[in-house]
């Protein structure tokens, strides 16, 4: 069964970091391209981020650029969201996805597995 469990959300000001993390289980982890994405409320889900399985290519929407990084242990098998000076319009759920073939990794059709989500509000 795999699992794809996401932690780190919560409620910051804006300005505020945060570090999502999202641990994976029941597959094998190292072979899976990782992405975050976010949807808020009455908006559709969006590429934040992706990850190679090998961290050598990354890739961030233009939202994302600058203010977020994406990583990932393999040894842990978990994949991180970094986010500095965190916008109130950055407030949504937040969810990491697998995807195993190499394949637009900012397409939320090309990725396998969902997490449950993580919220994240950012207060003005």
């Known amino acids: 069964q795999v699992q794809l469990v996401e932690s780190g959300g919560g409620l910051v000001q804006a300005g505020d970091s945060l570090r999502l993390s999202c641990t994976v289980s029941?597959?094998?982890?190292?072979?899976?391209?990782m992405g975050w994405f976010r949807q808020a409320p009455g908006k559709e889900r969006e590429f934040v981020a992706g990850?190679?399985?090998?961290?050598?290519?990354?890739y961030y929407s233009d939202s994302a650029k600058g203010r977020f990084t994406i990583s990932r242990d393999n040894t842990k098998n978990t994949v991180y969201l970094r986010m500095y000076s965190l916008k109130p319009e950055d407030t949504a759920v937040y969810y990491c996805?697998?995807?195993?073939?190499?394949?637009?990794?900012?397409?939320?059709?090309?990725?396998?597995?969902w997490g449950q989500g993580t919220q994240v509000t950012v207060s003005s």
């Open positions: 996805a697998a995807r195993q073939t190499l394949t637009d990794p900012r397409a939320a059709t090309n990725y396998d597995y």
């Open positions: 029941g597959l094998t982890f190292s072979s899976y391209g």
């Open positions: 990850i190679n399985w090998s961290s050598t290519m990354t």
